[in-house]
């Protein structure tokens, strides 16, 4: 397979020449290849990597329901957004929702093909705050204290798939779960924390490494310096993961928090719900009325968390294009933060990281039209294949 266009961050045109699942080599390409190209605005960058998807297209992966066709059909509606490899994400509930959950994940992951979608799962919760604000659209009752063996048994039931925890560190018992995932490997997020500055320090110590959804799942108030944000923020040690949907964070705060993590620790997460990729309307989320707007608001209807956000109906295209325009960062650098970065945290760069020789081809070829911010993908390849064309429509 040869794929052109120009590699983002680079002017000229390239020819990427694919062998098998691999970039076997980039070069110019010939003299009548880029006369043909002409002036064509082709884009080529890493496919996306979403570390936190809780289901996408009207499939749920919080339900014990999860079948292998809805997993396939939630996997061929993020390709049309560009995402390849996703962290699909179970919040917080019983332990028995919570195991009737990773066990249909861990058995749609029989099928090799679809495991190699879904690198780890992603935990977020039940070992969260229960304070209102932190907790975010996380249920009350099942908000609850650190427990190792809770863990063990649950990363039982998801066949050892689970590596990446969200918890809030000052829960009781959720320091010393922390190191003892760091070194089972598994990547621990904090979030939906109330957590003091010096329990954020600690957590960083004990071996976490993201903060998730920086800036929300917080107080509606906290004291302007001595809080949880800042000292995130300053945690050199901690990557962070964004919505950038323009719901969760004013563009502002985007720009200031990115200028601060550095573009090598930020991450643009979608957060997604079942009902992101699906028409504007009302949905039913687990046990919650939800409401999507046009504009890609997803809030709770209905109840005393009537108005909270309640994930995003968002896709990374839109969190990338949104970046750009908020954060003032280049094209490179905002498909790095949806593609690079995540794969460099979650340890999987042999797969995907920059568009070279020797890497898995993963890559998407888009348009991106600088003056309106558009990007308007044409193909997504995953593995040297073609698994997603515009143009085909499938
Ligand atoms: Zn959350």
Excluded at 7 to 33: C, D, F, K, M, W
Excluded at 103 to 113: I, K, M, Q, Y
Aim: hydrophobic letters at 45%; glycine letters at 10%; one cysteine or more.
């Amino acid at each position: 397979m040869r794929i052109h266009g120009k590699l983002a961050g680079q002017s000229e045109p390239v020819e990427v020449i694919v062998e098998g699942r691999t970039i076997h080599s980039i070069r110019a390409p010939e003299p009548e290849t880029r006369q043909a190209l002409g002036g064509a605005n082709c884009w080529v960058a890493p496919a996306f990597f979403d570390v936190q998807v809780n289901g996408f297209a009207g499939v749920d992966f919080n339900s014990p329901g999860l079948s292998p066709e809805g997993i396939w059909d939630a996997i061929a509606k993020l390709r049309e957004k560009g995402v390849v490899f996703f962290c699909p994400t179970v919040i917080t509930h019983s332990f028995e929702h919570l195991a009737g959950c990773l066990r249909a994940l861990d058995h749609v992951c029989g099928d090799p093909a679809a495991a190699s979608c879904l690198p780890a799962i992603h935990l977020e919760g039940p070992w969260i705050s229960r304070e209102d604000g932190p907790r975010g659209a996380h249920p009350l009752e099942h908000a609850r204290e650190a427990d190792w063996d809770e863990f063990l048994r649950l990363q039982e039931c998801a066949g050892g798939r689970i590596g990446m925890v969200t918890l809030a560190p000052e829960v009781p018992g959720a320091l010393p779960m922390i190191e003892r995932l760091a070194a089972a490997g598994i990547v621990v997020a904090i979030g939906h924390t109330a957590a003091e500055p010096r329990t954020i320090r600690e957590a960083v110590q004990a071996g976490a490494r993201m903060s998730t959804h920086l800036g929300n799942g917080s107080h509606l108030q906290i004291p302007r310096h001595h809080n949880y944000v800042w000292e995130q923020l300053a945690a050199d040690g901690l990557w962070a993961s964004f919505i950038v949907d323009g719901h969760h964070l004013p563009p502002a705060v985007v720009k200031c928090m990115v200028r601060a993590k550095g573009v090598q620790r930020s991450i643009l997460t979608s957060d997604a719900i079942s009902a992101a990729g699906m028409p504007p309307g009302n949905y039913r989320l687990g046990a919650v009325d939800i409401v999507v707007q046009p504009n890609y608001r997803a809030e709770r209807v209905g109840g005393a968390g009537s108005g909270i956000l309640a994930g995003s109906a968002l896709d990374l295209l839109r969190g990338v294009e949104n970046v750009i325009r908020f954060a003032g960062v280049t094209l490179y650098e905002a498909t790095a933060m949806a593609s690079t970065n995540p794969a460099c945290l979650m340890g999987l760069s042999n797969r995907l990281g920059k568009v070279e020789p020797g890497r898995e081809a993963n890559v998407i070829i888009f348009e991106w039209k600088p003056d309106s911010g558009s990007i308007h993908l044409k193909q997504t390849v995953m593995e040297g294949q073609v698994v997603y064309d515009a143009d085909a429509g499938a």
